[in-house]
Protein backbone atom coordinates (compact mmCIF):
# COMPACT_ATOMS: atom_id res chain seq x y z
CA UNK A 1 0.00 0.00 0.00
CA UNK A 2 2.86 2.26 0.90
CA UNK A 3 4.49 1.70 -2.53
CA UNK A 4 0.65 2.32 -4.22
CA UNK A 5 1.12 5.71 -2.41
CA UNK A 6 4.33 6.65 -3.13
CA UNK A 7 3.97 5.93 -6.78
CA UNK A 8 0.88 8.22 -6.78
CA UNK A 9 2.38 11.25 -5.71
CA UNK A 10 5.51 10.98 -7.74
CA UNK A 11 3.18 10.69 -11.12
CA UNK A 12 1.35 13.80 -9.45
CA UNK A 13 4.41 15.64 -8.86
CA UNK A 14 6.01 14.56 -12.51
CA UNK A 15 2.31 16.15 -14.04
CA UNK A 16 2.62 19.13 -12.67
CA UNK A 17 6.22 19.52 -13.59
CA UNK A 18 5.29 19.00 -17.18
CA UNK A 19 2.38 21.62 -17.07
CA UNK A 20 5.28 24.57 -16.59
CA UNK A 21 4.93 27.83 -17.98
CA UNK A 22 8.17 29.87 -18.35
CA UNK A 23 7.88 33.55 -18.52
CA UNK A 24 10.08 36.81 -19.57
CA UNK A 25 9.05 39.99 -18.86
CA UNK A 26 9.48 42.66 -21.70
CA UNK A 27 8.81 45.67 -22.49
CA UNK A 28 8.49 48.60 -25.31
CA UNK A 29 11.64 50.75 -24.53
CA UNK A 30 13.84 47.37 -25.46
CA UNK A 31 11.78 46.67 -28.40
CA UNK A 32 11.46 50.68 -29.76
CA UNK A 33 9.19 51.22 -33.03
CA UNK A 34 9.09 47.24 -33.10
CA UNK A 35 6.66 47.23 -30.25
CA UNK A 36 3.64 45.79 -32.00
CA UNK A 37 0.98 46.28 -28.89
CA UNK A 38 -1.39 48.73 -27.34
CA UNK A 39 0.21 48.05 -23.91
CA UNK A 40 3.99 49.14 -22.54
CA UNK A 41 4.99 46.35 -20.20
CA UNK A 42 4.23 42.73 -20.81
CA UNK A 43 5.20 39.26 -20.17
CA UNK A 44 6.38 36.05 -22.60
CA UNK A 45 5.71 33.11 -21.74
CA UNK A 46 5.73 29.16 -22.99
CA UNK A 47 3.55 26.40 -21.61
CA UNK A 48 4.45 22.80 -21.63
CA UNK A 49 7.34 23.55 -24.65
CA UNK A 50 4.26 24.33 -27.72
CA UNK A 51 2.09 27.10 -26.37
CA UNK A 52 2.85 30.79 -26.88
CA UNK A 53 1.68 33.60 -24.80
CA UNK A 54 1.62 37.06 -24.57
CA UNK A 55 0.50 38.67 -21.41
CA UNK A 56 -0.55 42.46 -20.54
CA UNK A 57 1.25 43.10 -17.07
CA UNK A 58 -1.03 45.71 -16.25
CA UNK A 59 -4.67 43.91 -17.11
CA UNK A 60 -2.94 40.01 -16.76
CA UNK A 61 -4.83 39.16 -20.03
CA UNK A 62 -3.39 36.54 -21.62
CA UNK A 63 -3.14 36.48 -25.52
CA UNK A 64 -1.90 33.52 -28.10
CA UNK A 65 0.92 33.85 -30.05
CA UNK A 66 1.12 30.07 -31.69
CA UNK A 67 -1.29 27.96 -33.55
CA UNK A 68 -1.33 25.71 -30.83
CA UNK A 69 -1.84 28.14 -27.95
CA UNK A 70 -5.00 29.84 -30.90
CA UNK A 71 -6.53 26.34 -30.77
CA UNK A 72 -6.29 25.76 -27.80
CA UNK A 73 -8.24 29.14 -26.69
CA UNK A 74 -11.10 28.17 -29.17
CA UNK A 75 -10.93 25.09 -27.99
CA UNK A 76 -11.72 26.26 -24.11
CA UNK A 77 -8.78 24.28 -23.01
CA UNK A 78 -7.16 27.01 -22.15
CA UNK A 79 -8.03 30.78 -21.34
CA UNK A 80 -6.83 34.29 -23.63
CA UNK A 81 -8.28 36.86 -25.63
CA UNK A 82 -7.71 37.47 -29.08
CA UNK A 83 -4.44 39.31 -29.78
CA UNK A 84 -6.32 41.66 -32.38
CA UNK A 85 -7.49 43.29 -29.72
CA UNK A 86 -3.95 44.83 -28.30
CA UNK A 87 -1.94 44.60 -31.89
CA UNK A 88 -1.10 48.11 -33.10
CA UNK A 89 -1.98 49.27 -36.75
CA UNK A 90 1.23 49.18 -39.01
CA UNK A 91 2.29 52.70 -39.67
CA UNK A 92 3.59 51.60 -43.04
CA UNK A 93 -0.06 49.99 -44.19
CA UNK A 94 -3.16 51.22 -41.76
CA UNK A 95 -5.48 48.77 -42.71
CA UNK A 96 -2.72 45.90 -41.46
CA UNK A 97 -1.67 44.97 -37.93
CA UNK A 98 1.84 45.70 -36.84
CA UNK A 99 3.98 42.72 -37.17
CA UNK A 100 3.96 40.24 -33.92
CA UNK A 101 7.64 38.56 -34.84
CA UNK A 102 9.75 40.19 -32.76
CA UNK A 103 7.62 39.27 -29.58
CA UNK A 104 7.08 36.12 -30.65
CA UNK A 105 10.67 35.11 -30.95
CA UNK A 106 11.10 36.40 -27.57
CA UNK A 107 8.64 34.00 -26.45
CA UNK A 108 9.37 31.03 -28.69
CA UNK A 109 13.05 31.16 -27.19
CA UNK A 110 11.39 30.01 -23.63
CA UNK A 111 10.41 26.57 -25.41
CA UNK A 112 13.52 25.14 -26.24
Keep these: ?6 MMVCIAL ?3 ALAAEKF ?7 FG ?3 PLTFEHAKVSCVNSH ?3 VYDIDTD ?3 PLSGMAKNA ?3 GKMEGRDLKEVLKKDPNDPLERADIGPVFSEAIALCE
Aim: aromatic residues 18%; proline residues 0%.
Design 14 to 16: SSS
Design 33 to 35: DKW
Design 1 to 6: MKKYLL
Design 51 to 53: YVF
Design 24 to 30: KEIDSKS
Design 73 to 75: VKS
Design 61 to 63: ERY
